[in-house]
């Protein structure tokens, strides 16, 4: 119990180092995963297998091996080393922001591609039939049935990713697994530490969990 | 019908027997297949080294029937604790603050710590004694940390996680670095030679031994570290026992046993033997 609390403010602190991350890692994933969506879309073949590649390589290989070869596989390559790419590779922190933005990427253009197929053909029809353009129909009708579709799904892999960034410890980051590792390494007592580790997280996928359930009540739109 | 109960009863009695002859003093003994020379695995992911060759010495010194188990690093001490097995034989160093959790037999070998660069880094050619015990203190001791600590001050130094090398640069003793903790010393050895570090900190076998295997110019700097957070040698880590429970007498016994057989070890040669095979110097004590 004294270690319990005796170790709470040191995995506070690294908390911050985690919710970093799975911040910085959702805003970028939510870009490049419109992108590869919107290439999904697209009639252009080779446009459309691009995307659909990207998804499998980063949803068909576990994120930990994602990050490995990122951190430590890159470190090897000689000519990156010594081009100017090396001051992103070189440090821990954007590795793992990397890593992180691919693999929530692929995901979310999963959601978003499902949800973009969700939306009926009548509805764009009617759309076009008021007389609306491309531009209009994507952002006023298509975007505000996306977000709708999407949520629920895409709440889940927030969750998930805030838990993905436990892996930021295997290379050397800090963070709220790092720390709980660095005190059991002079404590020898995982048991408390990672009970502690684990109420944070857990709190941090309720606010998740209630934030995601406020947002649906406020998109249903069917009241 | 008759054939067939006898054939069962025959494999159960058989396994009954099995498993007694096989309980009986049976030892499992950690090791973390990690940490080479002291510790590794060869390419089809057998146990080999310095530790392992040891070890099945002391087994047959002491009577017991051994096996050796992996184990990662930083779970070491946590999963002796929770009896996944009886002792640690991992490069695992006698410190005050491990001692507070485990017990540990006399030492069985010396392991001499030192940094290590990458060749033509600007740390080479620090003028410091060859080799400093933390534990003698003393003017020449402190000199030298006065002149690692201007060297290292706000450098990045790599170690591997919960090992006397954190230790050592947590206690301050060489100012404020950046210290990367790493899940196991050949993590350590890829950044360094990635230049992602400045300098790392281990055994100084574990950087020969890497840098003959990968061809890297991986170069010792600096004094060799003995004494204070860096421990007294190399022992094999045992629950604390007492004589409340069974379980406890057993690991006192253990003990006992430990030692008597490093004893024994040492007076026929064996572990300098050993070291030289392995370490290419005599490691024992």
């Given at each position: 119990?004294?270690?319990?609390?005796?170790?709470?403010?040191?995995?506070?602190?690294?908390?911050?180092?985690?919710?970093?991350?799975?911040?910085?890692?959702?805003?970028?994933?939510?870009?490049?995963?419109?992108?590869?969506?919107?290439?999904?879309?697209?009639?252009i073949k080779i446009l459309c297998c691009?995307?659909?590649?990207?998804?499998?390589?980063?949803?068909?290989?576990?994120?930990?091996?994602?990050?490995?070869?990122?951190?430590?596989?890159?470190?090897?390559?000689?000519?990156?080393?010594?081009?100017?790419?090396?001051?992103?590779?070189?440090?821990?922190?954007?590795?793992?922001?990397?890593?992180?933005?691919?693999?929530?990427?692929?995901?979310?253009s999963e959601i978003l591609r499902s949800a973009f197929e969700t939306i009926q053909k009548g509805v764009l029809e009617?759309?076009?039939?008021?007389?609306?353009?491309?531009?209009?129909?994507?952002?006023?009708?298509?975007?505000?049935?996306?977000?709708?579709?999407?949520?629920?799904?895409?709440?889940?892999?927030?969750?998930?990713?805030?838990?993905?960034?436990?892996?930021a410890s295997t290379v050397t980051l800090l963070d709220l697994t790092g720390v709980a590792k660095h005190i059991i390494s002079t404590t020898f007592r995982p048991v408390e530490v990672f009970i502690v580790a684990g109420s944070i997280y857990l709190l941090m996928t309720f606010i998740i969990h209630n934030f995601v359930k406020i947002l649906e009540k406020k998109l249903d739109y069917s009241k | 019908m008759n054939k067939f109960k006898r054939l069962f009863l025959s494999i159960f009695a058989s396994i009954i027997l099995l498993s007694t002859s096989v309980l009986a003093d049976k030892i499992k003994i950690g090791t973390e297949g990690a940490y080479p020379?002291?510790?590794?695995?060869?390419?089809?992911?057998?146990?080999?080294?310095?530790?392992?060759?040891?070890?099945?010495?002391?087994?047959?010194?002491?009577?017991?029937?051994?096996?050796?188990?992996?184990?990662?690093?930083?779970?070491?001490?946590?999963?002796?604790?929770?009896?996944?097995f009886d002792a640690i034989m991992a490069g695992m160093s006698i410190t005050d603050e491990r001692m507070k959790t485990i017990n540990f037999s006399q030492g069985y070998a010396d392991e001499v710590a030192s940094l290590a660069v990458m060749k033509g880094s600007s740390l080479e050619g620090m003028d410091t004694p060859k080799a400093i015990n933390?534990?003698?203190?003393?003017?020449?001791?402190?000199?030298?940390?006065?002149?690692?600590?201007?060297?290292?001050?706000?450098?990045?130094?790599?170690?591997?996680?919960?090992?006397?090398?954190?230790?050592?640069?947590?206690?301050?003793?060489?100012?404020?670095?950046?210290?990367?903790?790493?899940?196991?010393?050949d993590e350590v050895n890829l950044d360094l030679a990635a230049g992602r570090i400045d300098a790392a900190l281990a055994a100084?076998?574990?950087?020969?031994?890497?840098?003959?295997?990968?061809?890297?110019?991986?170069?010792?700097?600096?004094?060799?570290?003995?004494?204070?957070a860096f421990g007294n040698g190399v022992g094999v880590g045992i629950?604390?026992?007492?004589?409340?429970?069974?379980?406890?007498?057993?690991?006192?016994?253990?003990?006992?046993d430990f030692n008597k057989a490093i004893d024994t070890a040492r007076k026929q040669g064996k572990i300098s033997e050993l070291a030289i095979k392995w370490f290419g110097f005599d490691a024992s004590m």
């Open positions: 119990m004294d270690l319990m609390i005796e170790s709470f403010p040191r995995l506070l602190d690294a908390t911050i180092l985690t919710i970093e991350l799975t911040l910085l890692s959702l805003f970028f994933g939510v870009f490049v995963g419109v992108f590869f969506a919107v290439l999904r879309t697209s009639n691009i995307s659909y590649y990207y998804s499998y390589i980063f949803r068909g290989t576990p994120l930990l091996v994602q990050i490995f070869i990122i951190y430590f596989g890159f470190g090897q390559v000689e000519w990156l080393r010594e081009s100017f790419l090396w001051i992103i590779f070189k440090e821990p922190y954007s590795c793992a922001i990397i890593a992180f933005t691919l693999n929530t990427g692929a995901y979310t009617a759309a076009y039939g008021l007389g609306l353009n491309k531009i209009h129909v994507f952002f006023k009708i298509k975007l505000p049935i996306v977000v709708k579709q999407s949520l629920p799904a895409y709440g889940n892999e927030m969750i998930l990713m805030l838990k993905g960034t436990s892996l | 020379p002291w510790n590794a695995k060869d390419e089809s992911g057998k146990l080999i080294g310095f530790e392992i060759e040891l070890a099945n010495f002391l087994c047959i010194y002491m009577k017991h029937e051994c096996t050796i188990v992996e184990q990662d690093w930083d779970g070491m001490i946590p999963a002796l604790v929770m009896r996944k933390l534990s003698t203190g003393g003017s020449a001791v402190n000199n030298a940390l006065e002149t690692l600590t201007a060297a290292l001050t706000g450098k990045t130094i790599g170690v591997q996680t919960a090992t006397i090398h954190q230790n050592f640069l947590e206690s301050g003793d060489v100012g404020k670095v950046n210290i990367r903790t790493y899940k196991t010393q100084a076998v574990a950087f020969t031994d890497y840098a003959e295997k990968s061809g890297k110019d991986v170069v010792l700097v600096g004094p060799t570290f003995a004494g204070g629950r604390k026992g007492d004589n409340s429970s069974a379980q406890g007498k057993k690991d006192a016994k253990l003990l006992k």
